[in-house]
């Protein structure tokens, strides 16, 4: 039984037992390692200062530790998503502008707003209807869009605009204007990490290359230079604040904050979903909803930007040992420590370091091997996602993700709407009804047509059913009765309903008769109450397929073989 989104105290918290608080606390200080350079470097992706990082992830953490329902999954920063925020707030706003900020701060109050809602409305279930492999391919296509924009800063030179190609052609086309000192810092600060990650993955890669650098350009001067680095950082945190939006403004991101929740949501349930069966609880959708909500409540309230989940962060959080969301708490708690004391050493972070801290950082996005698997296991779920990776290269993130939502809810509609019909047969030995070709020994009975639709039946497919069924029982074959099998159809529509008693009509005058079996209690309601029943008879509902047939060979025996009805007749 699904229960309401809780906002009492969180269950973790009653009865905490103390020899958590080491585990709890080494891995809260591993995410904080972690944490800080991302942060820094997602921040720039969202288009915001750096230390708006600062205001929006201690309260991210804070909140999901209150609200949200996995004791591993870390809400705090998010690639994806603060690429999503740029992206939005560029349609209303101009980059590094003040109202671009607020406007930043206000989707994430958005975003926020939309997943409580949604989460109080129990919509948790519409992370099944988001294809996986739709997801893997635009989640790919963001990654390697992420990747792209910060290829100039490895260079040193002025990224261009537009689709994924464009840039790229922009940064070929610009190669000769590189800086060799900033190639130096970027791709040595690439090299270093990529080779901690491989042969000291204990180390946080990404904090220890953030160090290098900063060491790097205070040794070498070279940020009178020409290398470009991040600067003064303003050191503490921020009152809560509700910032000033046209409303016109806030119309025009409505639908893209929407989308933001769909991706953020689909990116965390499904690491809070694999970490709570392997720790052994369960885990809330709409609780989730709920914590990402307050989560993206409380950065836009500080003025932060809209924040997600994050793997990488949870992977190391749960490697870590992290019993409970107590880790959050101590991860949020140090990371404000950085933004009260030491943001000022962060001056001298080369922004060569930060995209090479993002590139490595969003790699783990890029799903190849997954979509390998699709194009070996299916290669229309391949499609699906080449579709949607294509759509964010050629396009943008926001005009990708509409096409990766719209491929998902026509992937659905196909599916659904597939007329696959089975023909059943009765077992001479056993007597039970099974598939033709399932089984040696099951066959038709002359006479009696029996047929179940294996994606159900509503409105979307009902005309196609019954036309198939009409053209099976047309001359020359030979049919007496027609048996619906209905037991994959869980909740008939009205639709469907009125082409079952169109279907019996059309039936009724070759003279055929119609039978349904396993008709569900709710699909048997609409039949009733839309008069369809009784155009069919009620006595032609049986509770089984084999009980259906019993009945038309006992009640129509002249058009069977005496061993048929004597068989029946037993029964």
Do not use: C
Request: glycine share 10%.
């Amino acid at each position: 039984m699904r229960t309401r989104p809780r906002f009492g105290i969180p269950p973790w918290t009653v009865g905490y037992p103390a020899k958590w608080l080491g585990r709890d606390a080494i891995a809260g200080l591993t995410v904080t390692a972690l944490l800080v350079p991302e942060g820094l470097a997602y921040a720039q992706l969202a288009g915001v200062p750096p230390q708006t990082a600062f205001y929006a992830a201690p309260v991210g953490l804070l909140a999901y530790a209150w609200l949200g329902s996995s004791r591993q999954l870390v809400v705090a920063v998010s690639s994806a998503v603060a690429v999503l925020s740029f992206e939005t707030v560029s349609r209303v706003a101009a980059p590094h502008t003040l109202e671009f900020i607020a406007a930043t701060a206000g989707l994430a109050l958005m975003v926020g707003a939309i997943a409580v809602i949604a989460g109080l409305l129990r919509l948790g279930r519409i992370a099944q209807f988001f294809s996986e492999s739709v997801l893997d391919g635009f989640v790919t296509g963001l990654a390697l869009t992420i990747i792209i924009k910060q290829l100039p800063k490895l260079f040193g030179i002025e990224g261009g605009d537009g689709g994924s190609f464009r840039r790229l052609r922009e940064l070929v086309l610009n190669l000769d204007e590189s800086q060799g000192r900033t190639m130096i810092v970027g791709f040595g600060s690439l090299l270093l990490m990529i080779m901690i990650e491989q042969r000291l993955k204990k180390l946080p890669a990404a904090l220890v290359v953030l160090i290098a650098g900063i060491v790097f350009m205070e040794l070498s001067g070279w940020a009178d230079e020409g290398v470009a680095v991040v600067g003064d950082i303003r050191a503490g945190l921020i009152g809560p604040a509700l910032p000033h939006i046209p409303f016109n403004d806030i119309l025009g991101m409505l639908p893209w904050a929407i989308g933001i929740v769909l991706v953020a949501f689909a990116e965390s349930i499904g690491p809070a979903r694999l970490f709570a069966r392997s720790h052994g609880y369960r885990i809330s959708a709409d609780q989730e909803l709920v914590a990402l909500g307050g989560a993206n409540l409380a950065a836009g309230a500080l003025q932060g930007f809209s924040i997600g989940s994050s793997l990488s962060k949870s992977a190391a959080n749960d490697t870590a040992g992290a019993r409970s969301p107590m880790s959050l708490v101590v991860a949020a708690a140090s990371t404000a420590l950085v933004a009260l004391f030491f943001s000022g050493l962060f001056s001298l972070l080369p922004e060569a370091t930060l995209a090479a801290i993002v590139i490595v950082a969003v790699w783990s996005m890029v799903k190849i091997d997954a979509l390998r698997r699709l194009g070996r296991v299916r290669r229309t779920d391949l499609y699906l996602g080449l579709s949607a990776l294509i759509g964010v290269l050629v396009f943008d993130p926001l005009i990708g993700l509409l096409l990766a939502v719209a491929i998902s809810i026509v992937a659905l509609a196909v599916r659904s709407s597939r007329i696959d019909m089975t023909l059943l047969g009765l077992d001479d030995e056993t007597e039970a009804i099974a598939a033709l070709g399932s089984e040696i020994g099951v066959a038709e009975i002359p006479g009696i047509m029996m047929l179940r639709p294996e994606h159900g039946m509503f409105f979307a497919n009902a005309a196609g059913l019954t036309d198939l069924v009409l053209a099976a029982t047309r001359p020359p074959a030979r049919t007496v009765a027609v048996v619906l099998d209905l037991e994959a159809t869980s909740d008939l529509d009205v639709p469907g309903a009125d082409a079952l008693g169109e279907l019996a009509g059309e039936l009724a005058r070759a003279d055929v008769s119609l039978h349904l079996a396993r008709v569900h209690h709710m699909s048997r309601g609409v039949i009733k109450r839309s008069g369809v029943l009784d155009l069919i008879g009620a006595d032609h509902v049986h509770a089984r397929v084999y009980d259906a047939v019993a009945w038309i060979v006992s009640n129509s025996p002249d058009d069977f073989g005496p061993a048929l009805v004597r068989r029946f007749r037993r029964e």
